[in-house]
């Protein structure tokens, strides 16, 4: 599974929020596709950036805290188990995750995260917690980083977030 985070405006989410499962899924790798698209692909490290965040796994996502919501979106499009996993975060809320995110200091909560604890954690993908963990601290960081300006881009310009793990 990977994340994905697509930057649109009010009347491309409401064509989301008005689609059915299926048309949603498809509408979005449509719109993923286009050149003008803005997105962050944070492949398969969307789940231990949730962990060095909040110290649980992303399949089990904080309530109301900004800082899971900056990983899993804070309301999802369907309730259905079938459906894929495809979320939102509205323009208002990515003012309180950005704020809470500027509280943090990545770096130093990567620092204290083991390889032994996202095994022991099973933080997805499972079997690649042996590598060496200063090229899996680079990785993140620049990740979180990458996310982070695209937060803070969708802020400058009154834009919501979707998320799509699948």
């Known amino acids: 599974m990977i994340a994905q985070y697509l930057m649109v405006d009010n009347a491309l989410l409401e064509q989301l929020q008005n689609a059915t499962d299926t048309a949603r899924t498809a509408l979005l790798e449509s719109m993923s596709e286009q050149p003008?698209?803005?997105l962050v692909d944070l492949g398969k490290l969307w789940d231990i950036i949730h962990f060095v965040l909040t110290k649980h796994s992303a399949t089990q996502p904080v309530p109301d805290e900004p800082v899971s919501e900056f990983v899993v979106g804070v309301e999802t499009?369907?309730?259905?188990?079938?459906?894929?996993?495809?979320?939102?975060?509205?323009?208002?809320?990515i003012v309180e995750i950005v704020d809470a995110l500027e509280q943090i200091n990545f770096k130093k909560r990567l620092e204290k995260v083991s390889m032994k604890s996202l095994r022991?954690?099973?933080?997805?993908?499972?079997?690649i917690w042996q590598d060496k963990k200063e090229h899996l601290d680079k990785e993140l960081l620049a990740s979180y980083n990458e996310l982070l300006a695209f937060y803070n881009d969708a802020l400058d310009h009154?834009?919501?977030?979707?998320?799509s793990i699948l």
Do not use: L, M, Y
């Not at 996993?85 to 809320?93: E, Y």
């Not at 022991?120 to 079997?127: G, H, S, V």
């Open 158 to 163: 009154g834009n919501n977030i979707v998320v």
């Open 77 to 93: 499009f369907s309730d259905s188990e079938d459906a894929d996993f495809i979320a939102f975060t509205p323009w208002a809320h």
């Open 36 to 38: 003008q698209a803005q």
């Open 120 to 127: 022991e954690q099973a933080i997805f993908p499972p079997n």
